[in-house]
């Protein structure tokens, strides 16, 4: 089975700050992507930073970063320098590509909250 | 910049009826999905479509369930007889470049509530 798991449900980060939000997972399949979707209140998913699995290298898309441990199944989500914005329910999910398998496998989320 | 937009917003039925949900996916877009979010679980998937057929579908999806692309242009998930489990946030995604494409764009959401 497939399993995605967010340990965090809520955190808060002072603006300006930086935070780390967690992720494990668990698959058998050895082509995989990980991502992480921010939702923000009332609005639609958005992507955030993916990271193939085949790749030593950890994903950074400007203030975002992740440090993807492949052989611990750790794929964790640092934000730098929080900003107010970043306000937001955070996703953790699982994508198996080959085959005809092409749908995301979810965490629970973690619900960030950044302060002024 | 191109957005997968979902009606209505807000659904509430009474059990036993049945509802339609409805997904415009981003035009050039030929890769569909339903996911659905009880509230304080995780966002589950629920079936994906291309080609006018379905591609795959979870356990969740049983025969209660039916997906359409009506007109080339919406997407649209049915639930023949709601229950009140079914009550939840159904999301619509798509995305481009078949099911290996790595981002998936997702609409806003319906928030559906059986009474």
């Known amino acids: 089975a497939q399993t995605v798991t967010q340990s965090q449900p809520e955190m808060s980060v002072q603006e300006a700050e930086t935070v780390t939000l967690s992720c494990t997972y668990d698959t058998s399949e050895n082509n995989y992507y990980l991502f992480w979707y921010k939702q923000p209140p009332s609005r639609q998913m958005i992507l955030v930073i993916r990271q193939e699995a085949y790749k030593q290298q950890n994903a950074t898309e400007n203030r975002f970063s992740v440090n993807f441990q492949k052989a611990a199944k750790s794929f964790s989500l640092k934000i730098s320098d929080s900003q107010l914005g970043d306000t937001a329910m955070y996703f953790c999910a699982l994508l198996n590509y080959g085959g005809s398998q092409g749908n995301l496998i979810f965490g629970k989320g973690t619900k960030l909250s950044v302060k002024p | 910049e191109p957005e997968v937009t979902q009606t209505p917003s807000h659904q509430v039925t009474q059990m036993g009826q049945e509802v339609i949900l409805r997904c415009v996916p981003i035009s050039n877009h030929l890769y569909f999905y339903w996911y659905r979010q009880i509230l304080g679980q995780k966002v589950e998937f629920l079936v994906s479509?291309?080609?006018?057929?379905?591609?795959?579908k979870s356990e969740i999806f049983d025969d209660q369930f039916s997906v359409e692309r009506p007109d080339g242009s919406n997407f649209t998930l049915k639930i023949r007889s709601t229950k009140l489990e079914d009550s939840a946030m159904y999301f619509c995604?798509?995305?481009?470049?078949?099911?290996?494409?790595?981002?998936?764009?997702f609409g806003p959401g319906t928030r559906l509530t059986v009474t």
């Open positions: 479509f291309y080609n006018n057929e379905i591609s795959e």
């Open positions: 995604a798509s995305t481009t470049t078949g099911f290996s494409s790595y981002e998936q764009y």
